[in-house]
T-cell receptor
Framework: DGGITQSPKYLFRKEGQNVTLSCEQN?????MYWYRQDPGQGLRLIYYSQIVNDFQKGDIAEGYSVSREKKESFPLTVTSAQKNPTAFYLC???????????FGPGTRLTVL | KNQVEQSPQSLIILEGKNCTLQCNYTVSPFSNLRWYKQDTGRGPVSLTI?????NTKSNGRYTATLDADTKQSSLHITASQLSDSASYIC????????????FGAGTTVTVRA
């Protein structure tokens, strides 16, 4: 999947728990993104980061947090404040704006 | 609001047949349009990316067209194979705001033997 790995592939969470989704890329890309995919809807941007130690909120950032301490890594934490976290989460990276995104294989999060 | 509308929502075709997927968008100012293929439970994979000046681009049996004047794009699949069964997503980026992509909901294609 283009040098981007996400783990775990499946994740189950109890209500009230925080969980962290991992995203690592070895493409030397500066920009990284987190998207959420729900059935019948287009992907929605949660957070993005264009350089290390900097990130910006996307359209649906509430209840999520990220960090970008290393160029290769962009973990996403789904907090208990996210009211409807069950979804398919996709991480992506790009060399620069407008150059096209490479997507990871995704993590399916289910809240029990 | 920038929107991307895809049609049909789903379609079923017989192996070996052709099909065409449609994408209409309202994103402005336009930067580029991309088509992705997403297998079930996997991440999307890029098929084509077209800028304003390009009106046709091919990737094997996949051919994308773009009419920037009418803000329409199509993806044509030739001689479909069982492995073409997937969701096809149209994505449009906005000039000077390229981190922000507008995604269509996708067209689910099922190829039957």
């Amino acid at each position: 999947d283009g040098g981007i790995t996400q783990s775990p592939k499946y994740l189950f969470r109890k209500e009230g728990q925080n969980v962290t989704l991992s995203c690592e890329q070895n493409l030397n890309h500066d920009a990284m993104y987190w998207y959420r995919q729900d059935p019948g809807q287009g992907l929605r941007l949660i957070y993005y980061s264009q350089i290390v130690n900097d990130f910006q909120k996307g359209d649906i950032a509430e209840g999520y947090s990220v960090s970008r301490e290393k160029k290769e890594s962009f973990p996403l934490t789904v907090t208990s404040a996210q009211k409807n976290p069950t979804a398919f989460y996709l991480c992506a990276s790009s060399q620069g704006v407008g150059t096209g995104d490479f997507f990871g294989p995704g993590t399916r999060l289910t809240v029990l | 609001k920038n929107q991307v509308e895809q049609s049909p929502q789903s379609l079923i075709i017989l192996e070996g047949k052709n099909c065409t997927l449609q994408c209409n968008y309202t994103v402005s100012p336009f930067s580029n349009l991309r088509w992705y293929k997403q297998d079930t439970g996997r991440g999307p994979v890029s098929l084509t990316i077209m800028t304003f000046s390009e009106n046709t681009k091919s990737n094997g049996r996949y051919t994308a067209t773009l009419d920037a004047d009418t803000k329409q794009s199509s993806l044509h699949i030739t001689a479909s194979q069982l492995s073409d069964s997937a969701s096809y997503i149209c994505v449009v980026s906005q000039r000077s705001n390229d981190y922000k992509l507008s995604f269509g909901a996708g067209t689910t294609v099922t190829v039957r033997a």
